[in-house]
Each structure stands twice: as structure tokens, then as C-alpha cells.
């Protein structure tokens, strides 16, 4: 059993005697035979595992603190409920994922509605449910709230989304904490929010937020932005820290990975001493929650040579658009016959090549830099880390339906989610 070439794989997969990959105790080879391939699979143990490690961190730097699960990064009934039962509470962003976590058994008490631009529909569930918070993001949401509350003779109990002019070290596309950015108030536009949201019987403000931005591998940064907010936090009892901890997407990025307990501290002492021991702490991560639990098996369609080898899957950008949106990499290996890539006889027998998607894209890449072992039609290759906003992004392009998502754990696995069945391409047709 080699372990480094496991870095960033569920924390229970390991390789048998036979060099194949078992994830959650399953022979990778048999779960794509049994569930077909693409597949998302993930390993339960990992998931409830980090839910722990959340929890107990946060808990140790700051008791009675309180962590939610950003929805968006895995949106599914399974996922969710293996969070309600660790003791999460759950963000969501819309209307839709406000009904999935409800739909998962999650308290309204535990959930809080995000949004940049929501819908009066959707502002009026979250007091017909009675959420824990709504956010604010802008100051059309407070009136359009108040009036909203008030119509019901309720009172709603809100926080503001401060964009705390903090740059984070991360791609364009999911950076949000600098000050021109479509998410949140400015800090004196929040102060303004402040006096309007206070000047409002019918809301009643609970507490601040700041998202700086996703994939953030340095700590440095939420101490800028929790200084950025501090002027403000007289006027609340709690102070959202926003997630954003970045996952190791390959083995060179998982040295230098903060864990879960240095992430919670830096952000906790931050709060302490900039902020004081009066608030309640609050953080709300997503992809450091679920990415190293999910691995995605494709098989492979073809393999040929123009100028690179190419090697075609049966998936691609339709389940997992971040390579295309972020050029984000990613590790694959072929499930039973893993290149060490730090043994120099394993690299020179290895064909060096281009994992494709099968979507009418050039840019339907999946790993640009692959080493694989002599890589053929009929392999099953997986590519790690994919929990994260793959399945959450998946689409349908090319009319390829929607892979299934399949947990494993104790040697046993099951579908959670099935495979999209081709029907459903034309279900909602009118006629
Ligand atoms: C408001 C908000 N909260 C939480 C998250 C979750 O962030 P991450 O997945 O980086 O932990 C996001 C997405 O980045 C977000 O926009
Ligand atoms: N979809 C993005 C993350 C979005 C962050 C949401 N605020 C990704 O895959 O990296």
C-alpha cells in the first residue's frame, strides 16, 4: 500500500495487494461495473469526519460558536442530511436550495438565506419558514424585507454581508471580498444598513458577514478582512466568517494545507483580538467540507495519437466545468494501475497524455498533464477531489444525462442520487 499516492483521496481509501484503489472499502473496478461510469462517489466517512473536525475546532478556539454547511458546494439530499445529523446548520442561496435542505430534514432555526439577488419569493419563504438569518446584500433586500415581515407580523432576524475591500489569493472567477464585487455592502454602506435595518420594526439585526473569496490556501487574509468589519461590530452579537478554506487538489498543494484546527483558531483569535469576546462566531464553509470525500470513476471511450495522446472519457465538462471555468488541475489515475509520479522508472514508462472529456468543446480538458500506465479503451480512471461544485455545476450538455452520486463506507455502497435517465432530456418539454 503506497500512501503519499493517496494524499489527497477520501481518508479511507487505501490500495490492495493487487495495486487497486479502494474507496471506503470498495474496489473502485467493481463500483464502476456495478454503478457505470461516470459516477460521483463518495465516501461517507470523510464527510461526517470533517463535519466533526469542524465542529470540535470551532467549538475548542470559541464555544458555542456556530457552523454551517455552504449548500452549494454539494446540493444533494444524502450530502445534506449526513450534515443535519453531525449538527450542522446549512447556507443556502435561493429559493431551490432553501426547499433541498428543508426537503433533508433541516430545522428552519438552522438555516440561513443568502443571495445577491433574490426574488420577493424568495424572501417571503424565508419568514414564512421562519429562518434563522437572512442575509442583507444590499439595500433594495432591507425595505423589500421589512415589508415582507411586517405583512406577516413577523419579525425577521437578519445579518449584513459586508464586502470588506480584502483580496484573497484566488482565481478571479470566485473572489469576492474586493471592494468592486457584485456580493455585499461596502463598510459605510453597511453602516448605513445598519441604521436602516435598526430604523425597522420588523427586522432585527443579529449579526455581520464577510465571504472573501473560495479556495483560499493562506490564513493571513481573514484577519484583514475581520479589521475591515471590526468599526461595525458594536451593532451586532455575531460575526459570520464566511468559509472559504481551500482543499488540496493535488498532492504538492496538500503540503503546505492549513488544516481544519490552524484555519479555525487564525480566524477565532482574529475575532478575539480585533473584535473582542462579546460575539458569536460564526463560519459557513463549503468546499473544505466535501471535496476530498468525492472522487469521480470515468472509463475511458479512446485513446489516440495527434501530436498528444488523447484519452477520451465518458464525462467531462457536464460534470465537472472547473477545469474549463478556473483551469482549475486535477490528479487522475488509471483505478488499478497507479504511476507514482516521484519514481523516475514508473515516469518514463508512462504515457504522458491529455484526459478529454466527450463534449463538443476544445476545452472539455479534464487533466491537461496526465501520467498514466499505458492507458486504453475499457480502463476505469478516476480523478480525485471532485466533491466540490461538480456535481453542484453538472449540466446536461451534448444531451449527456447527469451522473449518479454513490456512497461507500465499511465495504458497502449505495446509490444516493441515480443516474439521469435520457427521458428526462425532453420531461419538461410543453407538449
Ligand atoms: C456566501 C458564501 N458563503 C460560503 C461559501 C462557501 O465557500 P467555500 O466553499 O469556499 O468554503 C460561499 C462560496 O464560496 C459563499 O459565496
Ligand atoms: N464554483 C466554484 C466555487 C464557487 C464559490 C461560491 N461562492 C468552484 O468550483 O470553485
Given amino acids: 500500500m503506497t500512501r503519499d499516492l493517496l494524499a489527497v483521496y ?13 474507496l471506503g472499502g470498495c474496489d473502485a473496478l467493481e463500483l464502476a461495473a456495478e454503478h457505470g461510469t461516470p459516477a460521483y462517489v463518495v465516501a461517507e466517512d470523510d464527510l461526517r469526519g470533517q463535519a466533526r473536525a469542524y465542529r470540535d475546532a470551532f467549538e475548542a478556539a470559541a464555544p458555542g460558536s456556530h457552523v454551517s454547511f455552504a449548500s452549494k458546494a454539494f446540493p444533494c439530499t444524502a450530502v445534506l442530511r449526513v450534515f ?28 440561513h438565506l443568502h443571495g445577491n439577488a433574490r426574488s420577493e419569493v424568495e424572501l417571503a419563504a424565508a419568514v414564512d419558514h421562519g429562518l434563522r438569518q437572512v442575509v442583507i446584500d444590499n439595500f433594495d433586500d432591507i425595505e423589500r424585507l421589512a415589508r415582507i415581515a411586517a405583512e406577516r407580523d413577523a419579525v425577521q432576524a437578519v445579518s449584513i454581508r459586508v464586502t470588506p475591500d480584502v483580496r484573497g489569493d484566488t482565481h478571479d472567477g470566485i473572489s469576492t471580498g474586493q471592494a468592486d464585487s457584485k456580493f455585499g455592502l461596502g463598510v459605510a454602506d453597511a453602516r448605513e444598513a445598519i441604521a436602516r435595518i435598526t430604523a425597522q420594526p420588523s427586522l432585527r439585526l443579529d449579526g455581520l458577514h464577510f465571504h472573501i473569496g473560495s479556495q483560499l490556501l ?31 487538489y493535488v498532492a504538492d498543494q496538500a503540503r503546505h494545507l492549513p488544516t481544519v484546527e490552524e484555519y479555525a483558531q487564525e480566524k477565532v483569535r482574529a475575532v478575539r483580538e480585533l473584535i473582542g469576546d462579546r460575539v458569536r462566531i460564526a463560519d459557513e464553509p463549503g468546499r473544505s467540507l466535501v471535496g476530498r470525500a468525492g472522487v469521480t470513476l470515468y472509463g475511458v471511450q479512446t485513446v489516440k495519437r495527434n501530436v498528444s495522446t488523447w484519452v477520451g472519457v465518458d464525462g467531462g465538462m457536464a460534470d465537472n466545468l472547473r477545469p474549463m471555468l478556473y483551469g482549475a488541475r486535477y490528479e487522475v489515475q488509471v483505478v488499478d494501475r497507479f504511476v507514482d509520479p516521484e519514481d523516475p522508472a514508473q515516469v518514463a514508462a508512462a504515457t504522458h497524455c491529455k484526459v478529454v472529456g466527450k463534449h463538443c468543446e476544445s476545452s472539455d480538458v479534464l487533466v491537461a498533464d496526465a501520467l498514466l500506465d499505458a492507458p486504453r479503451a475499457g480502463d476505469v480512471l478516476v480523478v480525485p477531489v471532485t466533491g466540490a461544485y461538480g456535481y453542484a455545476m453538472a449540466n446536461t450538455y451534448n444531451g449527456v444525462p447527469r451522473s449518479p452520486v ?11 442520487v441515480r443516474r439521469e435517465r435520457v427521458e428526462e432530456l425532453w420531461a419538461r418539454d410543453a407538449e
Avoid: K, T
Fill in 10 to 22: 477520501p481518508r479511507d481509501s487505501a490500495r490492495d495487494e493487487r495495486g487497486r484503489l479502494l
Fill in 406 to 416: 454513490v456512497f461507500v463506507g465499511g465495504g458497502r455502497s449505495r446509490v444516493v
Fill in 84 to 111: 443535519e445529523q453531525e449538527g450542522l446548520g446549512v447556507d443556502v442561496a435561493s429559493g431551490g436550495e432553501l426547499a433541498l435542505a428543508l426537503h433533508a430534514g433541516f430545522a428552519p432555526e438552522r438555516i
Fill in 218 to 248: 493562506e490564513l493571513d487574509v481573514f484577519r484583514r478582512a475581520v479589521a475591515a468589519i471590526a468599526p461595525l461590530a458594536d451593532a451586532v452579537e455575531e460575526v459570520n466568517l464566511g468559509g472559504g478554506l481551500g482543499v488540496a
